[in-house]
């Protein structure tokens, strides 16, 4: 089955920088990738989501962008906030009953 | 997106004890799925509600030791039956609505049960 790898575990940048998270995944038939915030004591908010037909999206300061050659996607946030501080979970899924598979999480530290 | 609401927001419970969270939407979805997420773990699906018939249980998840019931489209229960202090975890409810074709596959969450079991 599925497996969604994500890294790294924690990240901490200074106010206005760049973050970057990582994800690979394992099946190859995955075409649907979202992005998620969680925020303590929340549930997690889908923040932005690239299909397979697209290589990069992108809304105001993140991004995503998908390499379906080498399996893997990336979210990038530039000008990060302090209200950037979250865990951010990637997911995949392959379309087959709406599955989404998570990857570990990042623990996001943005100091001000 | 739906507005998700789920009761309750948090509990604590004795073991061998059962609980059961509802989920409330407010709209009609086609699809809603029933996620455990562990203390600082990710998130993990138990199984997909389907209405009017069983629920589609995930690989190790069973249906007497979760049993979930979704009389309409708008709305799911989850019970976790005969607690025991592993079942400690957040609960959340998500739901899909792909009738709009651009939208597949697209989930959102509702806030999540906070559950610990002494």
């Known amino acids: 089955g599925e497996n969604v790898e994500q890294h790294p575990s924690t990240l901490s940048v200074q106010e206005g920088d760049s973050a970057v998270i990582k994800c690979t995944y394992s099946?190859?038939?995955?075409?649907?990738f979202p992005w998620y915030k969680q925020e303590l004591g929340k549930g997690p908010q889908l923040i932005i989501d690239?299909?397979?037909?697209?290589g990069e999206k992108k809304d105001q300061r993140i991004a995503v962008t998908l390499n379906k050659t080498a399996k893997h996607f990336s979210l990038h946030i530039t000008e990060t906030q302090p209200e950037d501080s979250a865990v951010y979970f990637c997911?995949?899924?392959?379309?087959?009953?709406?599955?989404?598979?998570f990857g570990q999480g990042t623990e996001l530290s943005v100091k001000p | 997106s739906a507005v998700i609401s789920q009761k309750p927001s948090r509990d604590i419970c004795q073991r061998g004890t059962s609980l059961t969270i509802q989920c409330q939407v407010d709209?009609?979805?086609?699809?809603m799925f029933w996620y455990r997420q562990q203390p600082g773990q990710s998130l993990t699906l138990i199984a997909t509600?389907?209405?009017?018939?069983?629920?589609?249980?995930e690989s190790g998840f069973v249906i007497d030791k979760f049993p979930i019931s979704r009389p309409n489209l708008t709305f799911s229960t989850l019970t976790v039956s005969n607690m025991s202090p592993e079942d400690s975890s957040i609960y959340l409810c998500?739901?899909?609505?792909?009738?709009?074709?651009?939208?597949?596959?697209?989930?959102?969450f509702g806030p999540g049960t906070r559950l610990t079991v002494l």
């Open positions: 998500s739901v899909e609505d792909p009738r709009e074709t651009r939208r597949i596959n697209e989930q959102f």
């Open positions: 099946d190859s038939a995955s075409n649907y």
């Open positions: 690239i299909r397979s037909n697209v």
């Open positions: 997911a995949a899924s392959n379309n087959q009953g709406g599955k989404l598979i």
């Open positions: 709209s009609q979805v086609t699809m």
């Open positions: 509600a389907n209405q009017g018939s069983e629920a589609t249980y």
